[in-house]
């Protein structure tokens, strides 16, 4: 799998329900983001977590960091039509720093059904 | 297939010179998107251009910055007169269709400004 690989990679919901996307990566990160995308737009900055960190809360948001197991997840509780969107982890390569380490997946394309 | 190609990779420039970042779409690709990400911060929206047109530049600072994406060549974010607070890693993204719900952005690996 590539670094910052997100699974699944399209997901339909109905609204209300919660809605859990997964990212996979393979090198040692300082953080890792989550974006969202929505159509015709450029990405919106989501949350950062940094990797001493194990969970972070914004608002209906709440991502996990399992370092040991290089994955993280991003919780999207009590959905809304507005949700609909792409959603991509970054993960930003320790030792990097910005060009040498920002690495995004594919992304996981979020349908939430009226 | 080559991917979004950005160059250079690194550049450095003094206080008051220019920095132009290029950045190539992959092939097909009409639209294209700038980032700025600040040390420990996430990718901040720049600008979003399709070809010959600015579609939105909502996150581009008012003064010294620029883009501009030819019908023919690379998209050039241009910065003048550049400050210590430029430097960052600067991505530009590229996709082939807008409103449609598979279309994927792929991003370049970057350019990291640093102003000395």
């Known amino acids: 799998s590539q670094q910052g690989e997100e699974d699944p990679q399209a997901l339909s919901i109905q609204e209300g329900e919660n809605a859990t996307m997964n990212c996979s990566y393979k090198t040692s990160i300082n953080n890792l983001q989550w974006y969202r995308q929505n159509s015709g737009r450029g990405l919106v900055h989501l949350i950062l977590?940094?990797?001493?960190?194990r969970e972070k809360h914004s608002g209906r948001l709440r991502v996990t960091l399992d370092t040991s197991k290089k994955s993280s997840s991003l919780l999207i509780t009590a959905s809304r039509a507005a949700d609909t969107a792409s959603y991509f982890c970054?993960?930003?390569?320790?030792?990097?720093?910005?060009?040498?380490?920002?690495?995004f997946g594919k992304g996981t394309h979020l349908i939430i059904q009226p | 297939n080559a991917g979004v190609m950005q160059n250079p990779r690194h550049l450095v420039r003094r206080r008051g010179q220019e920095a132009r970042l290029r950045c190539s779409p992959m092939k097909g690709h009409s639209h294209v998107y700038w980032y700025r990400q600040l040390p420990e911060e996430g990718l901040k929206f720049m600008v979003y251009l399709q070809k010959e047109n600015i579609i939105d530049e909502s996150g581009m600072p008012k003064e010294r910055f620029s883009a501009e994406f030819p019908k023919e060549g690379p998209s050039i974010l241009r910065i003048q007169q550049v400050v210590r607070g430029d430097s960052a890693a600067y991505f530009c993204?590229?996709?082939?269709?807008?409103?449609?719900?598979?279309?994927?952005?792929?991003f370049g690996q970057g350019t990291r400004l640093t102003v000395v």
């Open positions: 970054a993960t930003d390569a320790l030792g990097g720093g910005g060009a040498d380490g920002l690495t």
């Open positions: 993204a590229s996709s082939s269709n807008v409103g449609v719900m598979n279309t994927e952005a792929f």
């Open positions: 977590i940094r990797s001493n960190e």
